[in-house]
Structures are given as structure tokens and as C-alpha cells.
């Protein structure tokens, strides 16, 4: 059976851009963090890592140095969709791995991000967005709780429960 979501057992991450203390919001994909990855590249967001690597898939290197030099995520959402080459067959084939790359090499870089994530439990993570379909769950607020009525998939949220998982298991 499949357990429902709730106040109890879900975790809501919204667009936050910066807080005075660290919580659970700094898990969201938009939230300023510098961290480096695994490369050695230096990236403010979660949201920038992924921008770069779908431009990297893409062979865009263009986009890559654009938004890799870039921290206002007005401008990186705006590359992002312009990146050169895109085909959503093979965005859709290797995005989840990207996702769990990118928030793997997050946490792993910030103690204090991993200790958060690893306090989650075994909660589902939602990526609460009314705007995007393809990272979050694409719908109002108040539908955060009704995965039925959602418009997006939550890869995000997904993928962090993942490495949340896979962390687990080491």
C-alpha cells in the first residue's frame, strides 16, 4: 500500500531564496548556498548545477560558461531554456541522474545540508511549484498534499529522497 501524504510525513520545499538559519527550505533547488561539486565548479544554487549539466548534456558550452559564470536565477532559468540543441527525449532519460548527481554533490559538500536532508526521515520530499512541471509538482499550495491533482512529476523532491536513501545504505 501506498502511504498518503500529510502534515506528518511530508516535506514541503518552496522557491526560498535565503533565510536567516538554515532549515529545510535550504534544500529547495533555488535556495543561495555556494558549494562546489564534484568537478571542482562552484555553483550558488542546486537550480544552477542543474541548468549547467542539462547544458552540458547538450554539448552547449555556450550555456555552460553562461550560466556557470552567472548567479541571478532570473538569468539562469532564462538560459536554461534556451540551450541549444535540447531534445526532451533525452533531457527525459537522463534527468533523474542528474538530479540525484546534482543534490548528491550538494550535500555531500555542506555537512549541515546533509544533516538536514538525512533528519527528513523517510518523508516524502515535495518540490512545491505552481510554475514548474518538470523539477516540482507544478500546482497550487493547497494541492500540495493531493499528488493526484498535480501537474508536474516532483523529479526534484524525488531525486532527493534518493540520495537521502542511497546516503543511508553507506
Known amino acids: ?11 514541503i520545499l518552496t ?5 536567516e538559519k538554515l532549515s529545510i527550505e535550504c534544500l529547495s533547488p ?18 544552477q548545477h ?10 552547449d558550452l555556450s550555456a555552460m560558461k553562461d550560466i556557470a559564470s552567472c ?3 532570473d538569468y539562469v532559468l532564462r538560459r536554461g531554456k ?10 527525459k532519460s537522463y534527468k533523474n541522474s542528474i538530479l540525484f548527481q546534482v543534490n548528491l554533490d550538494r550535500v555531500s559538500d555542506d555537512k549541515r545540508l ?10 516524502f520530499l515535495v518540490y512545491q511549484t505552481s510554475t514548474d512541471f518538470d523539477l516540482g509538482n507544478g500546482t497550487a499550495y493547497s494541492n500540495r498534499f493531493s499528488a493526484h491533482k498535480w501537474r508536474g512529476n516532483n523529479a ?10 542511497f546516503l543511508r545504505s553507506m
Do not use: C, H
Open 1 to 11: 500500500l501506498k502511504q498518503k501524504m500529510n502534515d506528518n510525513n511530508t516535506v
Open 15 to 19: 522557491n526560498v531564496i535565503k533565510t
Open 30 to 47: 533555488t535556495f543561495e548556498l555556494p558549494y562546489t561539486n564534484a568537478d571542482g565548479i562552484e555553483f550558488l544554487t542546486a537550480y
Open 50 to 59: 542543474i541548468q549547467y549539466s542539462k547544458a552540458k548534456l547538450f554539448r
Open 71 to 73: 548567479s541571478s536565477y
Open 82 to 91: 534556451a540551450i541549444k540543441k535540447f531534445d526532451n527525449n533525452l533531457w
Open 114 to 123: 546533509l544533516d538536514i536532508l538525512m533528519a527528513t526521515e523517510r518523508k
Open 156 to 165: 526534484y523532491g524525488k531525486s532527493l529522497e534518493q540520495v537521502r536513501e
